[in-house]
């Protein structure tokens, strides 16, 4: 096997040379949104350490996460938890050997979008409005 | 690329290995994740901006001390397999097992730290 040549083959097109489309680009939002959910969560821990602490350190903890920068964390990731949880629900969906028509996974592609934005602003809404 | 075996060339690229016990013990905690996920906005929705003495006191109920418990084991080992997958995806070799590593400290770190944490409050 060694002495076949495999190393001027034309190579397929990747990545780069397609344009945009609703299913790369949900499949990439999936993975930009799981791994950026660490940020929150680090925050939540290091909140919930202040608050086990002091009043003194809760005060600096709960400053920082009512902040504009921490409500900006928060709202980002209220999305990002949202977009992953229903990105992922389509991947079990997907796992059963459903819903792999060009067509339903462009639609639920959508669905993953307009969806996690929506479930964000009711979460607000809830939260704000008790 | 002329010189190198067809072994070579197929090292790093992924036989699966305990690949399908990874996927699996993802599906698992999707699943799982799916249900502690809304309850979790539940649990913690109401109290960003709250006092101290309130926050002590929800989090010395059950419902919140179990959800936000159960939150930090199962999200962040989800996690920490989740971004194993991403790593190995984009990296190879030395930078890749450090990252590896570098992402179960993290994880289990703030697991670790959010649940004696929790155990403050709750108890």
């Known amino acids: ?40 969560a680090l925050g939540l821990v290091w909140w919930l350490l202040a608050a086990a602490t002091s009043p003194e350190a809760f005060a600096v903890a709960d400053g920082v996460w009512t902040s504009p920068f921490g409500w900006l964390v928060q709202l980002g990731s209220v999305w990002a938890l949202w977009y992953h949880f229903l990105a992922g629900a389509r991947h079990l969906y997907w796992d059963t050997g459903r819903g792999l028509e060009i067509e339903t996974a462009e639609r639920l592609g959508w669905a993953c979008v307009i969806g996690s934005v929506a479930l964000t602003v009711l979460t607000f809404a809830i939260f704000i409005a008790v | 690329m002329a010189y190198m075996t067809a ?17 699996w013990q993802m599906t698992i905690s999707s699943y799982a994740l799916l249900i502690l996920t809304p309850l979790f906005l539940i649990a913690w929705g109401p109290m960003l901006g709250q006092s101290h003495e309130a926050v002590l006191t929800h989090f010395a109920r059950p419902f919140p001390a179990i959800v936000t418990g159960l939150m930090l084991v199962v999200g ?14 984009y990296t190879d070799g030395v930078t890749r097992h450090l990252m590896i590593v570098a992402a179960a400290c993290v994880s289990y770190g703030a697991m670790a730290t959010g649940l004696f944490a929790l155990v403050r409050l709750a108890l």
Not at chain 2, 7 to 22: D, F, I, N, P
């Open chain 1, 1 to 40: 096997m060694a002495d076949v040549n495999r190393g001027n083959r034309p190579l397929s097109p990747h990545l780069q040379v397609y344009r945009p489309q609703i299913t790369s680009v949900s499949s990439i939002l999936t993975r930009i949104s799981g791994i950026s959910l660490i940020v929150g």
């Open chain 2, 7 to 23: 072994r070579k060339r197929a090292v790093g690229l992924g036989s699966a290995r305990t690949g399908t016990e990874h996927h």
């Open chain 2, 76 to 89: 962040l080992q989800h996690f920490r397999q989740g971004v194993q997958t991403a790593i190995e995806d």
